[in-house]
Every structure is written in structure tokens, then in C-alpha cells.
């Protein structure tokens, strides 16, 4: 069974603070990562999509993967009220287009 | 990226009666996903919609229940048949984007009474 897990929080992070959201997954195989950000009553929105091990920034996003220990993060910088959402964690394996989804994480930036 | 136009985007159904949700993509796509997310909950994968041939369901899900079409490579829609409160949530169709990730319509948000 292909998993992937995330804290389902609420995370409460202080406005202009970094918020980190951390995903975990199962099948060694996975090779697309990806963060979609959900707002009450939205459709997912994809924020970031990493592929490789390291770091990969896009403004104020940081997304982190460490293949080795089947990990990968989403880091916010300075932190806005309107990063409050629902994050979901997405995987998948090369040349196979459905996504295996985590279960979220809600994230609440405090003012 | 692709543009989805989903709709109806809420509707509120009586058990028993059947309600067919379409979607709308601006280019040219090979596959497209129905997704059920329940409240608070994440996201399901009902079924995959190949054009031209039969929709593959997941566990769980049957033809009869979600019928599926896919006349072309541009639409589809999703039957919810027989409803129940049970079927109550929103439902959403989605495509692969560039680079694996997907794009999503805006979703149907269905109530059964």
C-alpha cells in the first residue's frame, strides 16, 4: 500500500514567522513531488513540484526533498494570513500520472 | 496550463435522483480524474477517463454508481446515480498538467437530502 503522511495539524505559525510542513512517503519508487495549497470551499492549487534531492525556491516557498529518507518539506517565509489553508502533499511514480495524496495539513498564520 | 470550467458548481439533490456533473477543458488532454473530497477530508480517486474508451475506477467505486463519459478529448462528465446523503461532498475532475502536476476544475459541491 503506497502512503504518504502528513501531520493533519492545525499548525499555528506567528505572522511574518517560517511555517514548515513536512510530508512523508512510502514507496521508494516515487520520483514527482508535489505541494497543493486547498482554501476553505477551493479547489487544490499547485504551489511547488520538486523532482530531485535539495532545495527548490520559488518567492517566499523553499520546497526541500531527501529521497533517501522519503521526505520532503514545504517551508513558507514570512508568513502571511493568507497562507491560512489546507496543504496536501502529492507523489508519483515515474511515468504513472495518478498522484497518491496525503491527508493535509492545515496551516493557520496567527496576526 | 490548462483551464478547467466545472459545473454545476453546487447543488442541492433529493435521495434517489441522479446528478450529472460536466467539465470543460481548454486544450486537448489525454486523461482526466474524478476526485471525491469529503468534508475535512482529502482527496479520493473515483475513476480515470481515457477518450474512447472505458473509464478505470478504484476500489471501491462502480460504473453503476459513477458512470462516466468521455466523448472527446476536451470533456466529461460524472454521474452520481441514486444518491444517498452518503453521496453528499465535492466533487472534482482534474488533468495532468505540464510536469506531472495536475490542475483542477473548481469543483461541485453536492448536498443530499
Known amino acids: 500500500q503506497k502512503e504518504v503522511e502528513q501531520n493533519s495539524g492545525p499548525l499555528s505559525v506567528p505572522e511574518g514567522a517560517i511555517a514548515s510542513l513536512n510530508c512523508t512517503y512510502s514507496?521508494?519508487?516515487?520520483?514527482?513531488f508535489f505541494w497543493y495549497r486547498q482554501y476553505s470551499g477551493k479547489s487544490p492549487e499547485l504551489i511547488m513540484s520538486?523532482?530531485s534531492n535539495g532545495d527548490k525556491e520559488d518567492g517566499r516557498f523553499t520546497a526541500q526533498l531527501n529521497k533517501a529518507s522519503q521526505y520532503v518539506s514545504l517551508l513558507i517565509r514570512d508568513s502571511q494570513p493568507s497562507d491560512s489553508a489546507t496543504y496536501l502533499c502529492?507523489?508519483?511514480?515515474?511515468?504513472?500520472?495518478?498522484?497518491?495524496w496525503g491527508a493535509g495539513t492545515k496551516l493557520i498564520i496567527k496576526p | 496550463s490548462a483551464v478547467i470550467s466545472q459545473k454545476p458548481s453546487r447543488d442541492i439533490c433529493q435521495r434517489g435522483t441522479s446528478l450529472t456533473i460536466q467539465c470543460q477543458v481548454d486544450?486537448?488532454?489525454?486523461?482526466m480524474f474524478w476526485y471525491r473530497q469529503q468534508p475535512g477530508q482529502s482527496l479520493t480517486l473515483i475513476a480515470t477517463?481515457?477518450?474512447?474508451?472505458?473509464?478505470?475506477?478504484e476500489s471501491g467505486f462502480v460504473i453503476d454508481k459513477f458512470p462516466i463519459s468521455r466523448p472527446n478529448l476536451t470533456f466529461s462528465t460524472l454521474t452520481v446515480s441514486n444518491m444517498s446523503p452518503e453521496d453528499s461532498s465535492i466533487y472534482l475532475c482534474?488533468?495532468?498538467?505540464?510536469?506531472?502536476?495536475?490542475?483542477f476544475g473548481s469543483g461541485t459541491r453536492l448536498t443530499v437530502v
Open positions: 502529492a507523489v508519483n511514480m515515474l511515468g504513472n500520472y495518478q498522484l497518491i
Open positions: 486544450s486537448q488532454v489525454t486523461m
Open positions: 477517463a481515457n477518450q474512447g474508451s472505458e473509464a478505470t475506477y
Open positions: 514507496d521508494r519508487g516515487s520520483q514527482s
Open positions: 482534474s488533468v495532468v498538467r505540464d510536469s506531472y502536476g495536475y490542475t
Open positions: 520538486i523532482y
